[in-house]
């Protein structure tokens, strides 16, 4: 009857929601109910950090004493730029470009010693970005911490053309003229912070007569006649 089949379609209805109901708060708790499950999860998320920090602790020590001539090399200036961009300080960053010109020196030793030229495109890139770096950041902050960093950082130039100049005439001619540019490279840097410390000395001299001038026209001009700086300091009063 009619009647029959309206309480029957009502029993069934009334059926599929509760059990709809019981199947959602199920699924919704599930998760929380079973706790293995939430410690499995944990353990492979730590299980992932772990690997992650591992790796990249173990490329940094792998990729560290990495040459130019290496398939590390990349790595190694990978992990350089990563520590210049974390530091806050532009003088920091300059101390740092200064220590990593230290370090392409040793790698173009060690170039010159294997007689490779393979790489030495990326090492004369590097060295260049180098200089250029740290020039760039010590002609920008006039300080009186600067100034001395610009003046360690001119002797430290000094020293690497030297050093150049007696690597630069070896084999093969791909390196040597590699080491040929970062050598006029060098030489340009190296003008740039004797103007700048020469620049920062008649400022520190000013109040001390002929003294202060005499000791800016010696920085600036080191191959200048003896008469030359005899006479600036007679300008200067």
């Given at each position: 009857?009619?009647?029959?089949?309206?309480?029957?379609?009502?029993?069934v209805?009334?059926?599929?929601?509760?059990?709809?109901?019981?199947?959602?708060?199920?699924i919704?708790?599930?998760?929380?109910?079973?706790?293995?499950?939430?410690?499995?999860?944990?353990?492979?998320?730590?299980a992932?950090?772990?690997?992650?920090?591992?790796s990249?602790?173990?490329?940094?020590?792998?990729?560290?004493?990495?040459?130019?001539?290496?398939g590390?090399?990349?790595?190694k200036?990978?992990?350089?730029?990563?520590?210049?961009?974390?530091?806050?300080?532009?003088?920091?960053?300059?101390?740092l470009?200064?220590?990593?010109?230290?370090?392409?020196?040793?790698?173009?030793?060690?170039?010159?010693?294997?007689?490779?030229?393979?790489?030495?495109?990326?090492?004369?890139?590097?060295?260049?970005?180098?200089?250029?770096g740290?020039?760039?950041?010590?002609e920008?902050?006039?300080?009186e911490?600067?100034d001395?960093?610009s003046l360690?950082?001119?002797?430290?130039?000094?020293?690497?053309a030297l050093?150049?100049?007696s690597?630069r005439?070896?084999?093969p001619?791909?390196?040597?003229r590699?080491?040929e540019e970062?050598?006029?490279?060098?030489?340009?840097?190296?003008?740039?912070?004797?103007?700048r410390?020469?620049?920062?000395?008649?400022?520190?001299?000013?109040?001390?007569?002929g003294q202060?001038?005499?000791?800016?026209?010696?920085?600036?001009?080191?191959?200048?006649?003896a008469?030359?700086?005899?006479?600036?300091?007679?300008?200067?009063?």
């Amino acid at each position: 009857s009619e009647r029959l089949r309206e309480s029957g379609a009502l029993r069934v209805w009334t059926r599929a929601e509760s059990m709809h109901d019981s199947g959602a708060r199920v699924i919704s708790r599930r998760p929380y109910r079973n706790p293995a499950l939430l410690r499995h999860a944990l353990a492979a998320i730590l299980a992932l950090f772990t690997a992650i920090v591992l790796s990249t602790t173990g490329a940094y020590a792998l990729s560290y004493g990495a040459q130019p001539d290496s398939g590390l090399y990349g790595v190694k200036i990978i992990f350089e730029r990563a520590r210049i961009a974390l530091t806050a300080s532009s003088l920091e960053d300059a101390r740092l470009e200064m220590e990593y010109s230290q370090r392409r020196m040793k790698e173009l030793e060690g170039l010159v010693s294997r007689g490779s030229a393979k790489g030495s495109d990326r090492w004369l890139r590097e060295y260049l970005r180098n200089l250029e770096g740290a020039g760039t950041l010590l002609e920008s902050t006039l300080t009186e911490e600067a100034d001395g960093l610009s003046l360690r950082f001119q002797e430290m130039l000094e020293t690497q053309a030297l050093d150049m100049e007696s690597l630069r005439d070896g084999e093969p001619a791909e390196l040597a003229r590699s080491i040929e540019e970062a050598y006029l490279a060098c030489g340009r840097e190296r003008e740039r912070m004797r103007r700048r410390c020469g620049a920062g000395g008649r400022e520190e001299g000013g109040g001390q007569g002929g003294q202060g001038a005499g000791a800016v026209k010696r920085s600036t001009v080191p191959w200048a006649p003896a008469q030359n700086s005899s006479r600036s300091p007679t300008k200067s009063r």
